[in-house]
C-alpha cells in the first residue's frame, strides 16, 4: 500500500487549502480503516485533522472542524482535505495516513511522505 498527496507547496493567507491522497493497492472502502490527516508544523508535534472511515463517515479535530473537509472519490481511489481561512499558522507537513481498526483499538499503518505547505502572501 502506498499513499501519495499532492497539492499546491504555498497558499496565501484567507484561501482554502486543498490537499488529495492517492491511494494504491486496496480500496478505500475496505472495512475496517480510516484514511487520516496529520500534520506536523515547524518544530511541533503531530496534530490529528480528521478523518473518513471506510464507511464515509467523517470525523475532525474540535479544534479545526469549522475549517475543514474531508472527502472522497471511490472512483479514483482517492481522498482529500480541504482547510479554509488558512494563517501562516496552519503552515506545516501535511500527511495522509491509514488507521486500521483491530480488536485491541487499531494503529496507523501506512503514510504518505508528507507535503510541505507554507502559508504566505
Not at 24 to 48: D, V
Not at 52 to 65: A, H, W
Not at 102 to 110: F, K, M, R
Amino acid at each position: 500500500v502506498q499513499l501519495q498527496e499532492s497539492g499546491p507547496g504555498l497558499v496565501k493567507p484567507s484561501q482554502t487549502l486543498s490537499l488529495t491522497c492517492t491511494v494504491s493497492a486496496g480500496s478505500i472502502t475496505t472495512n475496517y480503516y480510516s484514511w487520516t490527516w496529520i500534520r506536523q508544523p515547524p518544530g511541533k508535534g503531530l496534530e490529528w485533522i480528521g478523518c473518513i472511515r471506510y464507511s464515509g463517515t467523517t470525523y475532525y479535530s474540535p479544534s479545526l472542524k469549522s475549517r475543514t473537509s474531508i472527502s472522497r472519490d471511490t472512483s479514483k481511489n482517492q481522498f482529500s482535505l480541504q482547510l479554509s481561512s488558512v494563517t501562516p499558522e496552519d503552515t506545516a507537513v501535511y500527511y495522509c495516513v491509514r488507521w486500521v481498526e483491530t480488536n485491541l483499538g487499531g494503529g496507523y499503518d501506512y503514510w504518505g511522505q508528507g507535503i510541505h505547505v507554507t502559508v504566505s502572501s
